[in-house]
């Protein structure tokens, strides 16, 4: 197939064209020809007025739900949602059913991900089940295809686990991410502690819980001088440790999630079950401090943290649902509304370029001769995201009915694409 896309702004730091308008043609998958006013033939043509072309963005963690939760995310309709997101590769976390915590599971998402548009990669399970207790085969599950280790939404409570995992991984040059959450600090907590948790009459969820486990495995990373990623980090303390452990050399790096930097607690005076979420939306003045440091440059990358759930587990007593909302299809769109003043090179930064080189995936660039890796999206396009966007096989988003400022256009992964 032959594909042009039409005055595309290209953002792109490793390419001979970075910052320039051109047109980009695309045979069977490889960027062959970039230029002004090419003299091409195409089957399909993109010419848009406002459209920007980057290398494909990466969602560092995200929940597909299957195996064993398939009524909630298939590995296909997370791919359809990712892509609708923007997002030509996506990290998918290991809470499923077996979890994927060996080689069959592993290779289970990536043989079963192989046609679809958006390219899959499993993080495999630090310990057995998730459970905290017995390391996994990591080793298995990075010869099979694994490109990190992480109990996803359970975080791993005990610090000599933990630091055998960080020993262990180093071996093969492996990374662990962590969700910082300390379980024993008010484990029955639903939302952050505060004001707004007492004018609700909920019970509170300090932010103490998440900055000692990041002050904690700092750390434990310095001392076996090992990988560490923090994902779904949301107070200023939390990334002032972590900034002062980049400063004396560990290997650290973290995310925050776009509903972070949208949302904060006095967001949920309606009790809206779809803004339960773990990390909680913590107070207004721990959402700007979020936000300057996504401006500084003091995050690394974004981790949409798309949880689906089926209407069963989001309708009901707050007490009871589930936590977490889906993120892939509206992530770039809140960033863009959220934080305008923040330049489209960043967002790339954050979304594409920073995530492949801290989790090891082959580098991509919009260069002639290199394979098409690409995300088109309309940074000034002004929309209104409704139910008819989602994709996912769940709707729990809070953003139904939000107007919002940045679009996606499409993705085109070498061969496969999914473009208006």
């Known amino acids: 197939m032959k594909l042009l896309i039409k005055n595309a702004r290209v953002t792109d730091p490793a390419s001979p064209h970075n910052g320039q308008t051109a047109d980009i043609f695309i045979e069977n998958g490889t960027i062959t020809r970039i230029g002004n006013n090419l003299p091409v033939s195409a089957d399909k043509t993109i010419d848009i007025s406002g459209l920007y072309a980057s290398p494909g963005w990466v969602d560092v963690f995200a929940n597909f739900a299957d195996p064993g939760y398939e009524y909630k995310e298939t590995l296909e309709s997370g791919a359809a949602a990712a892509a609708a997101g923007g997002f030509t590769d996506v990290l998918v ?37 998730t459970e905290g207790k017995e390391l996994a085969e990591m080793y298995d599950m990075k010869t099979s295809g694994a490109v990190a280790f992480s109990d996803g939404l359970d975080c791993v409570q005990s610090a ?9 991984v180093k071996a093969f040059d492996g990374i662990i991410i962590q969700l910082p959450d300390d379980k024993s600090i008010n484990p029955h907590g639903l939302i952050n502690e505060g004001i707004v948790s007492t004018q609700l009459g909920l019970p509170g969820k300090p932010a103490m819980a998440e900055e000692l486990v990041v002050e904690r495995d700092i750390k434990l990373a310095r001392y076996a001088e090992s990988k560490l990623h923090f994902t779904g980090v949301s107070t200023g303390k939390s990334l002032e440790y972590i900034k002062n452990g980049k400063e004396e050399g560990t290997g650290i790096s973290c995310s925050v999630t776009p509903y972070h930097l949208f949302f904060c607690d006095e967001d949920m005076a309606n009790y809206d079950t779809n803004l ?145």
Not at 106 to 129: M, R
Not at 160 to 168: C, E, I, N, S, W
């Open 93 to 129: 976390i290991p809470n499923t059913k077996p979890v994927l915590q060996n080689k069959a599971a592993v290779e289970y998402v990536t043989h079963k991900s192989q046609q679809l548009p958006v390219s899959i990669h499993p993080i495999g399970a630090i310990t057995k089940n």
């Open 160 to 168: 000599g686990l933990l630091v055998k995992a960080l020993q262990y």
């Open 276 to 420: 339960k979420v773990n990390p909680p939306l913590r107070h207004r003045q721990e959402r700007e401090a979020l936000r300057k440091a996504v401006a500084a440059g003091d995050v690394d990358c974004i981790a949409t943290h798309h949880l689906p759930h089926e209407f069963d587990s989001k309708v009901m007593e707050f007490e009871y649902t589930k936590f977490g909302m889906i993120g892939l299809e509206t992530a770039y769109a809140a960033l863009c509304t959220a934080l305008p003043d923040v330049a489209q090179e960043q967002w790339v930064q954050l979304l594409a370029i920073n995530p492949r080189s801290i989790f090891g995936l082959p580098p991509v660039a919009i260069k002639e001769g290199a394979k098409a890796v690409l995300t088109l999206f309309e940074p000034g396009r002004n929309w209104t995201f409704t139910e008819e966007h989602i994709q996912s096989k769940s709707k729990n988003t809070p953003f139904a009915g939000t107007a919002f400022t940045g679009k996606v256009t499409g993705i085109i992964n070498g061969t496969k694409s999914v473009l208006p």
